[in-house]
């Protein structure tokens, strides 16, 4: 795929995204053998998926791009912005908030980093 442009990229991405679309399978039913419950909620019915335009372009219009500036730091938890002082000091280059890591600091006893593989 080097060499090719953004237009010819996203081309390609659509045409594979619509080769993998499956037509509407109709009512999703129990599993057979399963218990019937006297609560059981009726059945479900798959929402159709919307015919207009191609899938790609479906994608893109459903999120707006978001620029990010290089030097904005993301918590690989949350993938939220790391303010300055709400980051936690880890051994690696791995950028957490604090309150992120907090449940995997109270279960280790040092303080690694859950992102990097143990020693």
Known sequence: ???LSMEELTLQVAQRLTQMERPHLGPLRPPSG??????????LQRAPLPSQGPVVAQVFQTRPPQAVAPSLKMCLVCQNQVETGSQH????????????????????????CPFCPSK
């Open 89 to 112: 000091d880890v051994s690696c280059s791995h950028i957490v908030h604090k309150e992120c890591i907090s449940v995997w600091l109270q279960s280790t006893k040092n303080n690694s």
């Open 34 to 43: 399963a218990r019937n419950f006297s609560g059981a909620a009726p059945q």
């Open 1 to 3: 795929m080097a060499g």
